[in-house]
């Protein structure tokens, strides 16, 4: 079944706008697959560190209730396929 999103203000989003990846981005654009391979690995655990726009999407978010979803936010995001593994 579909959802609807009538009613909601939706917010298309980068992912690195609401996080920040420029560290990894950095050894991303140094054409070094195997060293950002290694990163992604060593941080798949940890939780990305706030980007630009991260506190913009919470104040969006905390117009919701359980009752009435007036936001929904998508994350947009560009996978590195060297990596094998997609942001979150």
Known sequence: MPVSLDGQLVVAISSRALFDFEEENQVFEAADDRAYM?????????PAKPGVAFSLVNKLLSFNSVEVPRVEVVILLTPKIVAGVATQ
């Open 38 to 46: 290694q990163l992604q690995l060593e941080r798949v655990d940890s």
